[in-house]
């Protein structure tokens, strides 16, 4: 197994805090609660209070299903709670590592990573991971990683182009 520099997981709590889903998920839960104390709404605030937990717990499982290993030539990818399945990207084959956040995300200090690469895992579509804490770090992380993978495999890039464009 490779020497991992870093190790992180989508985020549940950044989540709550960093989109407007999980805002009003804490919306939701709140006003339950509220309601349910003055007794006057009958199971509808309990209800909502449930549903919250629901939404949250759903989150926490999809988060805990998959998480991100950056070794020095390497970023591992591993899916599944029952059924597991480990994918890995070659970092010298990284192309592009993009950050999106919106203004939310910006607020509670997460972002959506975007690798592409040409990697047989990221050929169709780029790799996506949201949620992530202290996204700008690993993303410039990342990016000194790829360099350095190219670097020692004598690697570059070369985009190619057609003639009648």
Known sequence: MPET????????WGWLRG????????????AGIGASASG??????????????????WKWFENMAASYCV?????IVRRGIFMKSIDEVELYRVK???LDFS?????????????GSSDETTRGAPLVIRHVEHAENRREDLR?????ARQKRRVREIDMMHEDI
């Open 19 to 30: 989109t407007l889903a999980g805002w009003a998920t804490v919306l939701l839960a709140v």
């Open 40 to 57: 006057e709404w009958g199971l509808w605030p309990f209800a909502a209070t449930g549903i919250a937990l629901l939404v949250i717990l």
């Open 71 to 75: 070794a020095e030539d390497r970023l």
């Open 5 to 12: 520099n870093d190790t992180f997981r989508s985020s549940t």
């Open 144 to 148: 000194r990683l790829v360099e350095a």
């Open 96 to 98: 592009d590592v993009r």
């Open 103 to 115: 203004l939310v995300n910006q607020w509670a200090g997460i972002g959506t990573l975007c690798i």
